[in-house]
């Protein structure tokens, strides 16, 4: 079994920042990408940062310049900082990643993190 666990939502100012962690676990062969998604209430899940097992990153047009991803290969974890924060990024963050397992390969998903950003 694997597990992805998120942490570091919460709420937020406008402008204000917040770093989100997910840390993979379990049978763990090869990580391939890690990745954040989001899902604002009555909007489709979108990508919000992928990066990718060689450290290759790739951002939604509303998250460059204000998100940066990056991991930790020796712990599994991926962040999230995220600065100048608006209220549209207001989301539940999903930790996304593609992971061999001795079994095969396939895509895990967290339970997700509230991210508010309200005055």
């Known amino acids: 079994q694997v597990q992805l666990v998120e942490s570091g939502g919460g709420l937020v100012q406008p402008g204000g920042s917040l770093r989100l962690s997910c840390a993979a676990s379990g049978s763990i062969f090869t990580i391939n990408t890690m990745g954040w998604y989001r899902q604002a209430p009555e909007k489709e899940r979108e990508l919000v940062a992928r990066?990718?097992?060689?450290?290759?990153?790739n951002y939604a047009d509303s998250s460059k310049g204000r998100f940066t991803i990056s991991k930790d290969n020796a712990k599994n974890t991926v962040y999230l900082q995220m600065n100048s924060l608006k209220p549209e990024d207001t989301a539940v963050y999903y930790c996304?990643?593609?992971?061999?397992?001795?079994?095969?390969?396939?895509?895990?998903w967290g339970k997700g993190t509230l991210v508010t950003v309200s005055s």
């Open positions: 996304n990643a593609n992971i061999r397992r001795l079994t095969g390969i396939r895509n895990y």
């Open positions: 990066i990718t097992n060689d450290g290759s990153t």
